[in-house]
């Protein structure tokens, strides 16, 4: 391809600068890490839904993973296939302590982490604010915003060093309320704020960040939600065909290989079978 003169070669090592001049710049950084080892990434929420199947599909393209939430044995069952490339870090999201022991006791092989993706997450309730539980709310608060700053936090040198991305998993329920969405969808608002936020506090580190936004996708999402209600959850995605887990790992590991002098903001994804209804009219 020829750009405005240049070859390909060569217009790859240029960019313009904020005052417009044409710079020559470094190379986009390789796609395995300088060591020439594969790169490392962390997912939280790797024992179910979005976050297993995204910790699948980056461990079968060659990354060492580490792979985190409470239920160990599901965490082992994943780890398996791959003993060298896999570790498995099982804490509660919520316990900033346990975070700290985690990333304390990471073998030498998985210290530096070039992609964090932030899924660990749920929705707890369907109720409407009068009548809803204080305790779900403050879970969702807990896990879906103080875990997910908590370990951001303690990852961030790290992913400096990097020059590493992160990947945090918001929800269309940030952007569109819904009656009973309260608490859930003001959690992931701030998620997707605090992407912004986080992209212009890492300006000039090389850190990118995204903020990936699906509408209704079929996973133990709604189960957890309904407090174990399998019928519940069934009758939500009857005749639907939601977004699945696969096809939000695909997203993140098309984020993931993208070259390093491109930051996606943010990706909203519905599956067709949903779309927004406008507002709701209350007549006296
Ligand atoms: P799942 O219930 O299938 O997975 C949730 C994951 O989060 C599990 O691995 C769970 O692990 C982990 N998790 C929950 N609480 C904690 C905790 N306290 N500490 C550590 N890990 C925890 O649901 P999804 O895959 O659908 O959800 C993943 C993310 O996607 C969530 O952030 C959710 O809000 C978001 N999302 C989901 C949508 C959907 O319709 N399904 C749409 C948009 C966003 P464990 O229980 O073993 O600890
Ligand atoms: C999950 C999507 O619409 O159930 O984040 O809130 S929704």
């Given at each position: 391809?020829?750009?405005?003169?240049?070859?390909?070669e060569?217009?790859?090592?240029?960019?313009?600068?904020?005052?417009?001049?044409?710079?020559?710049?470094?190379?986009?950084?390789?796609?395995?890490?300088?060591n020439?080892?594969?790169?490392?990434?962390?997912?939280?929420?790797?024992?179910?839904?979005?976050?297993?199947a995204?910790?699948?599909?980056?461990?079968?393209?060659?990354?060492?993973?580490?792979?985190?939430?409470?239920?160990?044995?599901r965490?082992?069952?994943l780890?398996?296939?791959?003993p060298?490339?896999?570790?498995?870090?099982?804490?509660?999201?919520?316990?900033?302590a346990?975070?700290?022991?985690?990333?304390?006791e990471?073998?030498?092989?998985?210290?530096?982490?070039?992609l964090?993706?932030?899924?660990?997450?749920?929705?707890l309730?369907?109720?409407?604010?009068?009548?809803a539980?204080?305790?779900?709310?403050?879970?969702?608060?807990?896990?879906?915003?103080?875990?997910?700053?908590?370990?951001?936090?303690?990852?961030?040198?790290?992913?400096?060093?990097?020059?590493?991305?992160?990947?945090?998993?918001s929800?269309?329920?940030?952007?569109?309320?819904?009656?009973?969405?309260n608490?859930?969808g003001?959690?992931?608002?701030?998620?997707?704020?605090?992407?912004?936020?986080?992209r212009?506090?890492?300006?000039?580190?090389?850190?990118?960040?995204?903020?990936?936004?699906?509408?209704?996708?079929?996973?133990?999402?709604?189960?957890?939600?309904?407090?174990?209600?399998?019928?519940?959850?069934?009758?939500?995605?009857?005749?639907?065909?939601?977004?699945?887990?696969?096809?939000?790992?695909?997203q993140?590991?098309?984020?993931?290989?993208?070259?390093?002098?491109?930051?996606?903001?943010?990706?909203?994804?519905?599956?067709?079978?949903?779309?927004?209804?406008?507002?709701?009219?209350?007549?006296?």
């Amino acid at each position: 391809m020829i750009v405005a003169g240049l070859s390909a070669e060569s217009s790859d090592n240029f960019h313009t600068s904020q005052s417009g001049y044409l710079l020559q710049s470094q190379p986009a950084l390789p796609r395995i890490a300088m060591n020439n080892h594969p790169k490392t990434a962390f997912v939280t929420g790797a024992s179910s839904g979005f976050g297993r199947a995204i910790a699948q599909r980056l461990l079968n393209e060659g990354w060492r993973l580490i792979i985190s939430a409470r239920r160990r044995e599901r965490l082992e069952a994943l780890a398996a296939a791959f003993p060298e490339r896999c570790h498995v870090a099982c804490f509660d999201i919520r316990d900033s302590a346990a975070i700290d022991s985690a990333l304390a006791e990471l073998p030498e092989n998985f210290a530096n982490i070039d992609l964090l993706v932030n899924n660990a997450g749920l929705a707890l309730g369907t109720a409407t604010a009068p009548q809803a539980d204080l305790v779900q709310w403050r879970q969702m608060i807990d896990t879906n915003i103080t875990g997910l700053i908590t370990l951001t936090h303690a990852l961030l040198p790290r992913l400096v060093t990097s020059r590493g991305l992160i990947i945090n998993i918001s929800s269309t329920a940030a952007r569109y309320p819904y009656p009973g969405g309260n608490v859930y969808g003001g959690s992931k608002a701030f998620v997707s704020q605090f992407s912004l936020g986080l992209r212009s506090d890492l300006h000039g580190t090389g850190v990118r960040v995204t903020s990936i936004e699906p509408g209704m996708a079929e996973t133990e999402f709604t189960l957890v939600r309904t407090g174990g209600n399998q019928a519940a959850s069934d009758a939500l995605y009857a005749g639907v065909t939601p977004i699945r887990a696969e096809d939000i790992a695909e997203q993140v590991a098309w984020i993931a290989n993208l070259p390093a002098h491109l930051n996606i903001n943010r990706i909203e994804t519905m599956p067709v079978n949903q779309s927004l209804a406008g507002f709701q009219v209350h007549r006296e």
